[in-house]
Structures are given as C-alpha cells and as structure tokens.
C-alpha cells in the first residue's frame, strides 16, 4: 500500500534497535546481568548499566577475559534469556505498521545475536515482517557506539545513514546513530529524557509520541542546514 501523503516521494529510512525500543526487555535484561554479575563478578557494581547497547562479544571481551568464565556465562545468559517474555512497546507496533503501510523502508539494528533472534521469533512471529532489512550482531565486527550497524543498515535499503531516522534507547546508541550521521530520536526509559538529550535531535517519552511526517519534515531540515555550513 501507498499512501499519499507530503512525504510519499522522500527517500527516507527508519532505523530502529530493538531491545527497550520496540520491545519491552531492558528492566529484564538488567535483573539478568546484575544476577549474573553476582554470581560471576566483573569488578563492575554496575555492569548491566555499562553494557547496554553492547554486543555479547564486546561484554565477554571487556568483563570477562578468562575462556572459561565466558563460556559459563554466555551459558547463564542464554537460559534466562529462554525464559523471557517479549511484547511490543507502546506506539511500536502501530509505529512499524504505518511504515508498512507507507511503503517507507524500516531496518532493525541490534545487538542481538542470532539466538537471541530465534528466540524473539518465537514471540513475536510478525516482527520480521515489518522490516526490509535485520542487521544482527553476527554481521558487524563493531560494537555500538561505532555507527557500523546503522551504516549497514541504511546501505542495505540503498540510501546514506544521513538520509535516514535512527531510534535508539541507551547512551551507546544514541551515539552510534549521531556517530553515523542520522537524525536521531531518544527514546526514554532506559535513561531519562536528559540523559540522552546531548546525543539526540529529539527525545520522546515512547513511540506513541512519534509523527512521522512531522520526523521526516525535521529530518530534511537539518540534512539543509548541513548543506548550508
């Protein structure tokens, strides 16, 4: 379906993350680190608010340097993360089925491995549906907050990352998407509002907030202010 609308002619990509943007996981993920933080200590007191955005690689690299104590924890993560429950955000899923329905390319950036992706699969049967394109973390060698993913991603629907809209939730990823050049929207919850302001063109509250010919409209003016410098 096309739909007519101001914008129907602009090539514009929709970058999301997933975790804490589209689906309610970040509270979860956080108890699941801290408990294995516990049981098998970094040195770090908070490690679940260090690592978000992070791919697993990066994480075992960075807090757990011994094989063996990855292998153990890369273990306890994936049998909690098998007892998790995933639903979509407010305004995500309207949010994915008005792109749908404009025929506007959207793109999930996460990083996310491919197990957890299967698992997510079986929750969300339709996520996959409502993106042209996946970037996982099994296809990037860069962690978030280098913008490889979300260059990646917008390379894939054929178009320049500052050409496209990037919603992220953590620190790392606010970063990645501004690292990248996009127009970035925060979305608060993992952090506040002013947190992830200095990083951000603009932050909602959740995607309910989101007009997307209002995003486009911004987009396009700070990609002519560009242009102008």
């Known amino acids: 379906m096309n739909m007519n609308t101001p914008f129907s002619n602009v090539k514009v990509g929709f970058l999301f993350d997933l975790d804490g943007v589209l689906i309610d996981s970040e509270k979860e993920y956080s108890k699941i680190w801290a ?3 516990h049981e098998y200590p970094s040195g770090k007191d908070n490690l679940e608010v260090v690592i978000k955005g992070c791919t697993l690689d990066k994480i075992l690299a960075d807090n757990y340097p011994d094989a063996d104590i990855q292998k153990k924890v890369t273990e306890r993560l994936y049998e909690l993360e098998g007892k998790m429950r995933y639903r979509y955000l407010p ?3 309207e949010l994915l089925r008005s792109l ?3 025929d506007m390319p959207a793109v999930m950036v996460t990083s ?3 197990d957890k992706m299967a698992h997510l699969d079986e929750e969300l049967p339709d996520i996959r549906s409502y993106f042209t394109y996946i ?3 099994n296809q990037i060698t860069k962690s978030k907050p280098d913008p490889e993913g979300y260059i990646l991603g917008a390379a894939r629907i054929g178009l320049r990352a500052t050409d496209c809209i990037v919603f992220e939730d953590s620190i790392q990823g606010v970063t990645a998407g501004q690292n990248a050049g996009a127009y970035v929207v925060g979305v608060a919850g993992t952090n506040t509002s002013e947190a992830l302001q200095p990083f ?3 932050v909602v509250d959740s995607l309910i907030d989101i007009d997307v010919d209002t995003l486009i409209g911004s987009l396009l003016r700070k990609k002519s202010e560009r242009m102008e410098l």
């Open 35 to 37: 408990q294995i933080n």
């Open 135 to 137: 970037v996982t973390a």
């Open 112 to 114: 996310s491995n491919d």
């Open 100 to 102: 749908k329905e404009r």
């Open 91 to 93: 305004g995500a899923f």
């Open 200 to 202: 951000s063109d603009m």
